[in-house]
């Protein structure tokens, strides 16, 4: 699957499949901090992601 | 979760939010008026609407103060108050700028009436100068001088209330974190009934919904923008609380509501137990402090 960091890296992970949620914490982000976004749709971290998908993962770290 | 599992529980379209008390899945349309719902059923529970009420919005351009003029703009027309923007530029270069123009983009779009007001201004300098040789303290010295300086633009609209974009992460931060400074006073400090020929009543609308489900209500809505991070942030406490409570918050959901709840008791106990200290008023500006100079004559070395 492809993953685009949220500074726009993007990484080519080949695995099977697991949760959202699973894949953030092997990349070390806590799932609160994030949004993702799969195939172009947001979704919650409890969704598998599989071979072929997109993952966007949009950090928000600054006040507003 | 397969996505054929993950359907919203109003409608079985496919779900963008799973949230917890009670726990649901939600489509984007349902998440969208479900955040609302939240928004509007806070004001009316904890009475932070009045009719006849003119509501300033603390509108800085980002995320929080965004979302939170979109939901006053749905609605206050129904409970019979009006809204007014109001825009600290605080005069921040390579910053402000940008979300100055969304703050403008925003009140041209929805038709609100919008007032900026500088600390170049109110206080004969801009931030950037006024920091210059104490840029660590950047955070506590603005934070002090935008209070006033909204205060100040309040008293110029004639606002009512004034209404911030604080969000349940930003409460919970603020609460832990005078736990860990040990400041009761501060702990028990309600803003939300004003003084009278001082400060108009704070609101806060937005402390029911995470920094996580402002930024999702806003993707959906086609409101969120990539701003610049101010380059002033990041004081060392309230970094280190954050990154704290958004693990414990992963790993025991609920947390940060808690905390919202512990404070809310411990308000209520204090309340019965003693009478909060009196406040005077400085003896260079006028404005109430809790000692001889308030903090931003202080500040400003009046």
Redesign the interface.
Known sequence: MRIILPDKSVRTVSRASATIEEILIELGINPTTVIVVKNGTIVPEDVTADEGDEIRILRFSHGG | ???GE?LCSLCNE?????LVEPER?LC?AHFIEDAGARVLAAMERERMISPGDRVAVGL?G?????ALLLLLHRFLPALGAGLVAITVDEGIAGYREETLRAARDLTGELGVEHVIVTFADLFGEDLDTILVGREAQGCTVCGVLRRRALAEAVKRVGATKLAT?HNLDDEAQSVLMNVLRGDLPRLRQDTSTGQPGHFVPRIKPLAVL???EI??YL??RGYFRD????PY?GTALRSEVRTML??L??RHPGTMVRLMQFRDGVRESARSAEPAKALSTCRICGELTSGEVCQVCRLLDR
């Not at chain 2, 701003?227 to 101010?230: I, K, S, T």
Request: charged content about 25%.
């Open positions: 979760m397969t996505p993950n496919p779900a963008v939010v799973r899945r984007a800085s980002g995320k929080d103060s965004t974009g995470s920094e996580k930024v999702t993707l959906l701003l610049p991070e101010c942030a958004a693990g918050e992963h």
